[in-house]
């Protein structure tokens, strides 16, 4: 059964970092690229990052860029997600999910995890 299990979540202030991981059944990893998304309450869930299989392809949205960074262990199948200079309206469910290229709209994936919770105090 493909899983996708996200962990790293928590409780961090304002300009705190926080790195959340996503382990990956080796038949999702070995041949999807993997993004990363989250939800706010009240928010429709939205694109944060996604990576390519390879790893050689990245793309982010503007209101993280520089800020987060995803990155891949193929040899762990993991993806992470580095958030530095976290802000409250990172405030979020974070979701890894897997798919066949680098969507950036969440319809476009197979596969979800159950979400990690990040809060981000002011």
């Known amino acids: 059964q493909e899983q996708l299990v996200e962990s790293g979540g928590g409780l961090v202030q304002a300009g705190g970092s926080l790195r959340l991981s996503c382990a990956a059944s080796?038949?999702?990893?070995?041949?999807?690229?993997m993004a990363w998304f989250r939800q706010a309450p009240g928010k429709e869930r939205e694109f944060v990052a996604v990576i390519s299989w390879g790893g050689g392809t990245t793309s982010y949205a503007d209101s993280v860029k520089g800020r987060f960074t995803i990155s891949r262990d193929n040899t762990k199948n993991t993806v992470y997600l580095q958030m530095n200079s976290l802000k409250p309206e990172d405030t979020a469910v974070y979701y890894c999910?897997?798919?066949?290229?680098?969507?950036?709209?969440?319809?476009?994936?197979?596969?979800w995890g159950q979400g990690t919770q990040v809060t981000v105090s002011s």
């Open positions: 080796g038949r999702i990893f070995s041949n999807y690229a």
């Open positions: 999910a897997a798919g066949g290229a680098t969507w950036v709209v969440a319809r476009r994936y197979d596969y």
